[in-house]
């Protein structure tokens, strides 16, 4: 069974600086997607990028950014000029292809902190 | 707009009394499905729905029922609510492809006491 592991339950930066989380998976699968969705005090999931295990160009939406590793099984998050607005929940999650039991595995989660 | 819409909000209930809660999304998905929030935890999947009339236990579907007599709505509902229900609950949906990410409502809060 697949596993999505976030490392980091917690973290604080200052507003401005960059800022990386960590996600690890375990799956035997060789084609998969991953995203990471973001999850603000108003509670709305949003997705932030998502992440084709086939690509080997990491995936970048404006100031966030990918690290994808296949071999290594890792997938971090990257906020350049961090911003107040990014203070969320972060999950890091997991689906493999042709997944049609609709099954996405979710991380635990980090807690975002940006300070002003 | 594109959204997935989920009702209520908040809700405060007592142990036993059946309570529903609704999903609706105006996207057109064929996959709808149910997450519960805890701390610590994560989300984890309660039930999911391939198409209308298709239905099947997610993670943690003890508790729980769901249907899905039309496309556009998914709701959930606990018959007999107990007090480890509480919990923060998400609908979910998604279009067909492979690839495509889900799209969640604003959550539903239930307390149970």
């Known amino acids: 069974a697949q596993t999505v592991t976030q490392s980091q339950p917690e973290m604080s930066v200052q507003e401005a600086e960059t800022v990386t989380l960590s996600c690890t998976y375990d799956t035997s699968e060789n084609n998969y997607y991953l995203f990471w969705y973001k999850q603000p005090p108003s509670r709305q999931m949003i997705l932030v990028i998502r992440q084709e295990a086939y690509k080997q160009q990491n995936a970048t939406e404006n100031r966030f950014s990918v690290n994808f590793q296949k071999a290594a099984k890792s997938f971090s998050l990257k906020i350049s000029d961090s911003q107040l607005g990014d203070t969320a929940m972060y999950f890091c999650?997991?689906?493999?292809?042709?997944?049609?039991?609709?099954?996405?595995?979710f991380g635990k989660g980090t807690r975002l902190h940006i300070l002003p | 707009e594109a959204q997935v819409t989920q009702n209520p909000r908040y809700l405060i209930t007592v142990t036993g009394k059946k309570l529903t809660v609704t999903c609706s999304q105006n996207?057109?998905?064929?996959?709808m499905s149910w997450y519960r929030q805890d701390p610590g935890l994560g989300l984890r999947q309660i039930y999911y729905s391939m198409n209308v009339e298709v239905t099947d236990k997610g993670d943690v579907p003890e508790g729980y029922k769901v249907s899905r007599k039309e496309k556009r709505n998914f709701p959930l509902i606990l018959e007999s609510p107990s007090p480890n229900q509480t919990s923060l609950y998400f609908c979910?949906?998604?279009?067909?492809?492979?690839?495509?990410?889900?799209?969640f409502g604003n959550g539903t809060r239930l307390t149970v006491t």
């Open positions: 999650a997991f689906m493999k292809q042709g997944n049609r039991d609709d099954k996405i595995i």
């Open positions: 979910a949906s998604r279009a067909g492809l492979y690839n495509s990410p889900l799209h």
């Open positions: 996207m057109n998905h064929e996959y």
